[in-house]
């Protein structure tokens, strides 16, 4: 399974954008999804989950209200949407995939999301 994710970038406080998690490869053996973050200094910390087929999601608390997460099996696309963003959520966000066959975890490379104040 390999992860690219797309959609970073610099944004004003107050503003969105939606990251983009495209997979390829294996994608039947996709189990849950989710996105991570990690800033300068900082422990990587979970953002938001969501399960195989979409029907349940979770959020960090300092998320919650603000960023969406959804995934599109049909097109093997996860996404986050991420509204009233602020500079503390600024970081380099990262795909993640857990393998339901193999149990394995599958990581992106991660794009650079920047909040200026």
């Known amino acids: 399974v390999q992860l690219v994710e797309s959609g970073g970038g610099l944004v004003q406080a107050g503003g969105s954008l939606r990251l983009s998690c495209a997979a390829s490869g294996s994608t039947f053996s996709i189990n849950g999804m989710g996105w991570y973050r990690q800033a300068p200094g900082k422990q990587r910390e979970l953002v938001a989950a969501?399960?195989?087929?979409?029907?349940?999601?979770n959020y960090a608390d300092s998320v919650k209200g603000r960023f969406t997460i959804s995934r599109d099996n049909a097109k093997n696309t996860m996404y986050l949407q991420m509204n009233s963003l602020k500079p503390e959520d600024t970081a380099v966000y990262l795909c993640?995939?857990?393998?339901?066959?193999?149990?394995?975890?599958?990581w992106g490379k991660g794009t650079l999301v920047t909040v200026s104040s």
């Open positions: 993640h995939a857990a393998g339901l066959l193999d149990g394995m975890d599958y």
């Open positions: 969501i399960t195989s087929g979409g029907g349940s999601t």
